[in-house]
């Protein structure tokens, strides 16, 4: 029993123990069960109070919680803590850091308080880029320890547009802030730059009455109300141009093309609208809502009040609180804005009034060439594309472009309608921007004339258009140098896509990016009265009609621009049926009474006063009219003072323009293959002529040992002849040291005895041994020459037989010796035949293709192996032309050249001036 009550006892002894051990677990788990809870209680109104703010949360508990919580007391506790830290770092440099960045990014005007600017005209132009802040008042943070003001600002202008949201006693607020923006915007720039639409859904024209002042200067326009669509469409209507006119080159904002060109060619646009918080209709909507994603990249900005917009693209939001104070997506809800004051009514109309005075005497007043330079010269770059102001529209300037968009001009007017005058105005706007590195001009005037020559050196005035590269004047009887042109221009355009493909690109802007090290200028050429290139049908018209073709259709992407010019393109007969060339040419600048420039339904440019022009980047469509009053470039002090300004900061290393004058001879001392002519092993080259080609090329033969290494100059004009002659026999001097090379020059007319004796003098004066024969010796010297040929006579000394008129000792010559029965005649034959492979060689001048023959006889014809012909037609000579068809007509100190063994058809060369050459000797 004792023993049960022992069992018993220890039992309910573990029992009890088990119980309390039990108690103490349950209750350890319950009190971490509520810390739990309360742990989660905290967080759940910790990140409420994070959500809503600590200020809010502290002003407003019972928002969070309808009774005492301990858990919302310790979470608001810790929010506060926190803020009081972040604050107390905010307070040591936060608002002066805030107000740093606010005066960097809103100078002048964008960022002074009232009333230091009001009624201070704009001064920043169209190459400064826009404020990236403006001011709108004063915050605070009303919360922080000891508060401290920081002035609150805005992007705007390219950066975002702007909605407004107001209380029932608030839109008077709104307006004032309204109008605040717009006069710091307007009193900013320059008057003229800055547009503002207002359109007020339930006011007529009382909505920001001080800005009214503008309107009579067009800076402002006031919309009816009922007429929204209209100032959507117009708007529409200018995102739609820009789109395909300035951003066609691949830049997506006007803002990136202004960075990249230096200036801005549009002006900006700020379009506001109030309305009373109801929705639009859904197409106007939609509308607003498309000019909203598509308007800030063109320049348009919209500011929106109590109007539901919802739209992808960069939008700031300010919320007026009252009269005073608003809170914007900028400083956050922490913060608090102390909008800026109204000024006096009487002083916005005052300051509106100023800037539309500024901007109606800037636009009534005459614009002269020199508003057409800019202050620095040479600061913009060309790589997407060329811009440059041509006249001026109210005031205003009128820019031309030439780019991707529209890679080429052309323009049209009647004689005395100013093409010149116009074309110095855009080649000054050009020159002034772009330095040489990034422009190149090819210049060629067909009609007779100098227009172009004042852009190279001459002797009162040395210096020349540094962008210069090659001067063209007076070519109308030389159709082939504009040939010529087109033919180096196609060659230049084939080189650039060739680089291009090397570096994997297919345009020149993406060329110079991937070669930075390279030098890729654009070019522009420009070529006057162009149809003169045409006005035959011949081979010169169809190959030029090929090549424009080519360089119009590709050289956009190359950087290679065209300009023609023209007084009437209706009669160019070589575009008949090839419309696709002019496709090509998008800017079309028409000139008073201009035809067939612009198209058909456009008659502008019948209806312009004389000094205007019809500027158009649309293929010539009426819409794309830009009408300008073009000032004077060519009176004096315009453009000779500025060729002289760019003269002087060109590269001293800098070559002039290459200058080809149709009305004058090349000389033959100045010609650069001429001068670099030496002594050498190679054969040696006789040149005959210039080559009308781009580099200004000598014609020349090789005068190898080879069979038919003779040349032949045939026709009756003997100043020709005679230069032809010269110019061969000294640059054969030039190549053969004194005393290496022997001349039998033989003087067979009166006429040419000048000649003979100049050339003559000039030899021996070069060191050379020259012997001079007449009618009387003739038959003597071909006979010995003729006799060197054997064998047992012959030397290695190079010897040349200059005839003067061949043809004229024809009777001599064929007289025969009465011993060997053998002419002086068949001794010619002989030397011509054989002769070159002995380093004797034959330059003769026969007065006319028959003779030739004649002097030839049953011999071969290509024992004259080069011609030069002058006043001879192309029938005559094609027995000298391999078999080509020949088709030529005699001009004025013109010849035609053919060297059968590198000549495929014969091209035509200048004789050249042999004065500085012969007198005193070879230069």
């Known amino acids: 029993m004792r023993k049960r009550n022992e069992r018993r006892a220890r039992i309910e002894a573990a029992y009890t123990r088990l119980s309390a051990d039990v108690a103490t677990a349950l209750g350890a788990a319950e009190n971490e069960r509520d810390r739990i809870h309360a742990d989660i209680e905290r967080e759940r109104f910790a990140l409420r109070i994070a959500q809503a703010g600590a200020a809010e949360a502290a002003r407003d508990p019972g928002q969070f919680d309808a009774t005492p919580s301990p858990a919302f007391d310790a979470a608001l506790a810790d929010a506060l803590r926190e803020r009081d830290e972040v604050y107390a770092d905010w307070t040591a440099g936060g608002p002066s850091a805030l107000t740093d960045l606010v005066t960097a990014a809103a100078p002048g005007t964008a960022g002074l308080p009232w009333p230091d600017w009001l009624g201070e005209v704009g001064t920043a132009d169209a190459t400064a880029p826009a404020p990236e802040l403006w001011r709108i008042g004063t915050a605070v943070v009303p919360d922080s320890p000891a508060p401290q003001p920081f002035p609150a600002a805005l992007p705007l202008l390219d950066e975002a547009h702007l909605r407004i949201t107001t209380r029932p006693d608030t839109r008077e607020a709104a307006e004032v802030l309204v109008q605040n923006l717009l006069l710091r915007v307007l009193s900013h720039f320059q008057p003229g730059l800055v547009r503002v639409h207002i359109w007020d859904v339930a006011q007529l024209t009382s909505t920001l009455p001080g800005l009214y002042p503008l309107t009579r200067a067009g800076l402002l326009t006031a919309h009816?109300?009922?007429?929204?669509?209209?100032?959507?469409?117009?708007?529409?209507?200018?995102?739609?141009?820009?789109?395909?006119?300035?951003?066609?080159?691949?830049?997506?904002?006007?803002?990136?093309?202004?960075?990249?060109?230096?200036?801005?060619?549009?002006?900006?646009?700020?379009?506001?609208?109030?309305g009373d918080g109801e929705p639009l209709r859904e197409e106007q909507q939609q509308q607003l809502q498309r000019i909203a994603r598509n308007g800030l990249a063109c320049g348009i900005q919209l500011v929106i009040v109590e109007l539901p917009l919802t739209v992808n693209s960069a939008i700031e939001s300010v919320s007026v609180l009252d009269a005073e104070t608003a809170r914007t997506s900028m400083t956050g809800?922490?913060?608090?804005?102390?909008?800026?004051?109204?000024?006096?009514?009487?002083?916005?109309?005052?300051?509106?009034?100023?800037?539309?005075?500024?901007?109606?005497?800037?636009?009534?007043?005459?614009?002269?060439?020199?508003?057409?330079?800019?202050?620095?010269?040479?600061?913009?770059?060309?790589?997407?594309?060329?811009?440059?102001?041509?006249?001026?529209?109210?005031?205003?300037?009128?820019?031309?472009?030439?780019?991707?968009?529209?890679?080429?001009?052309?323009?049209?007017?009647?004689?005395g309608s100013g093409k010149t005058n116009f074309l110095y105005g855009m080649l000054a706007g050009m020159a002034s921007r772009y330095s040489p590195d990034e422009l190149e001009l090819y210049l060629l005037d067909f009609k007779e004339g100098v227009s172009f020559a004042q852009f190279t050196p001459g002797r009162r005035?040395?210096?020349?258009?540094?962008?210069?590269?090659?001067?063209?004047?007076?070519?109308?009887?030389?159709?082939?140098?504009?040939?010529?042109?087109?033919?180096?221009?196609?060659?230049e355009m084939r080189r650039r896509a060739d680089a291009a493909k090397e570096h994997e690109v297919t345009k020149l802007?993406?060329?110079?990016?991937?070669?930075?090290?390279?030098?890729?200028?654009?070019?522009?050429?420009?070529?006057?009265?162009?149809?003169?290139?045409?006005?035959?049908?011949?081979?010169?018209?169809?190959?030029?009609?090929?090549?424009?073709?080519?360089?119009?259709?590709?050289?956009?992407?190359?950087?290679?621009?065209?300009?023609?010019?023209?007084?009437?393109?209706?009669?160019?007969?070589?575009?008949?049926?090839?419309?696709?060339?002019?496709?090509?040419?998008?800017?079309?600048?028409?000139?008073?009474?201009?035809?067939?420039?612009?198209?058909?339904?456009?008659?502008?440019?019948?209806?312009?006063?004389?000094?205007?022009?019809?500027?158009?980047?649309?293929?010539g469509v009426k819409h794309g009219n830009e009408i300008a009053r073009i000032p004077d470039a060519t009176a004096k002090h315009t453009f000779d003072d500025l060729q002289q300004r760019l003269w002087e900061r060109r590269d001293p290393q800098s070559a002039p323009p290459r200058l080809f004058d149709g009305?004058?001879?090349?000389?033959?001392?100045?010609?650069?293959?001429?001068?670099?002519?030496?002594?050498?092993?190679?054969?040696?080259?006789?040149?005959?002529?210039?080559?009308?080609?781009?580099?200004?090329?000598?014609?020349?033969?090789?005068?190898?040992?080879?069979?038919?290494?003779?040349?032949?100059?045939?026709g009756s004009v003997r100043i020709d002849a005679a230069s032809v002659l010269g110019a061969a026999a000294l640059s054969l001097a030039r190549q053969h040291r004194p005393g290496g090379i022997r001349f039998t020059i033989a003087g067979l007319v009166d006429d040419a005895d000048d000649d003979v004796r100049a050339l003559l003098a000039a030899l021996h004066d070069e060191g050379h041994e020259a012997e001079l024969v007449g009618m009387d010796g003739i038959e003597a010297a071909v006979t010995t020459l003729a006799e060197k040929l054997d064998g047992s006579t012959s030397d290695s000394v190079p010897h040349v037989l200059v005839l003067y008129a061949a043809d004229a000792a024809q009777t001599a010559l064929e007289r025969k010796d009465p011993t060997t029965r053998i002419s002086a005649l068949d001794h010619l034959r002989k030397i011509l035949k054989q002769g070159p492979e002995s380093h004797?060689?034959?330059?003769?001048?026969?007065?006319?293709?028959?003779?030739?023959?004649?002097?030839?006889?049953?011999?071969?014809?290509?024992?004259?192996?080069?011609?030069?012909?002058?006043?001879?037609?192309?029938?005559?000579?094609?027995?000298?032309?391999?078999?080509?068809?020949?088709?030529?007509?005699?001009?004025?100190?013109?010849?035609?050249?053919?060297?059968?063994?590198?000549?495929?058809?014969?091209?035509?060369?200048?004789?050249?001036?042999?004065?500085?050459?012969?007198?005193?000797?070879?230069?």
Not at 234 to 245: E, K, V
Not at 362 to 390: K, Y
Not at 540 to 553: I, M
Request: charged letters at 20%.
């Open 224 to 274: 009816d109300p009922t007429r929204l669509d209209e100032m959507l469409e117009a708007l529409s209507d200018h995102i739609r141009r820009i789109h395909t006119g300035a951003l066609m080159g691949g830049h997506t904002s006007l803002r990136a093309l202004a960075a990249e060109t230096g200036h801005r060619t549009e002006p900006w646009r700020i379009a506001v609208l109030f």
């Open 840 to 923: 004797v060689h034959v330059i003769g001048w026969w007065r006319s293709a028959q003779r030739v023959k004649n002097t030839l006889g049953m011999g071969p014809v290509d024992d004259i192996g080069a011609w030069v012909a002058f006043d001879v037609h192309g029938q005559e000579l094609l027995t000298f032309a391999a078999g080509q068809v020949v088709n030529w007509s005699p001009r004025a100190r013109r010849g035609l050249f053919f060297d059968r063994s590198t000549h495929s058809q014969p091209e035509v060369v200048l004789p050249f001036d042999l004065d500085g050459a012969t007198a005193g000797g070879a230069a």
């Open 333 to 415: 809800p922490e913060a608090l804005v102390h909008l800026d004051d109204s000024p006096p009514g009487n002083a916005v109309t005052k300051a509106c009034s100023a800037i539309a005075e500024s901007f109606l005497a800037r636009r009534a007043r005459v614009r002269t060439f020199d508003d057409l330079v800019p202050e620095q010269l040479w600061t913009q770059r060309s790589m997407s594309g060329l811009q440059a102001p041509v006249g001026f529209a109210e005031g205003e300037p009128v820019w031309v472009t030439l780019g991707d968009a529209s890679p080429h001009t052309l323009i049209g007017g009647p004689s």
């Open 509 to 619: 802007e993406e060329l110079r990016a991937e070669d930075p090290d390279g030098r890729w200028p654009r070019i522009v050429a420009v070529i006057d009265e162009f149809q003169y290139l045409f006005a035959e049908r011949d081979t010169v018209s169809a190959q030029a009609t090929t090549l424009l073709e080519d360089v119009a259709r590709r050289g956009r992407s190359q950087g290679i621009h065209l300009v023609l010019a023209s007084q009437d393109v209706s009669g160019i007969e070589a575009f008949w049926g090839k419309p696709a060339i002019f496709e090509q040419f998008i800017l079309r600048i028409a000139l008073p009474k201009a035809r067939r420039v612009l198209v058909e339904q456009n008659t502008a440019a019948m209806e312009l006063p004389r000094w205007h022009a019809v500027i158009n980047h649309e293929s």
């Open 461 to 491: 005035d040395p210096s020349w258009l540094p962008h210069a590269q090659l001067v063209g004047v007076n070519v109308n009887a030389d159709r082939e140098f504009g040939l010529a042109l087109l033919r180096f221009l196609s060659a």
């Open 663 to 714: 009305s004058h001879l090349p000389a033959l001392a100045a010609l650069e293959d001429f001068r670099r002519l030496e002594p050498s092993e190679q054969p040696p080259r006789a040149l005959l002529g210039q080559v009308i080609d781009v580099d200004g090329t000598a014609a020349a033969v090789e005068l190898a040992r080879s069979p038919g290494r003779n040349i032949a100059v045939i």
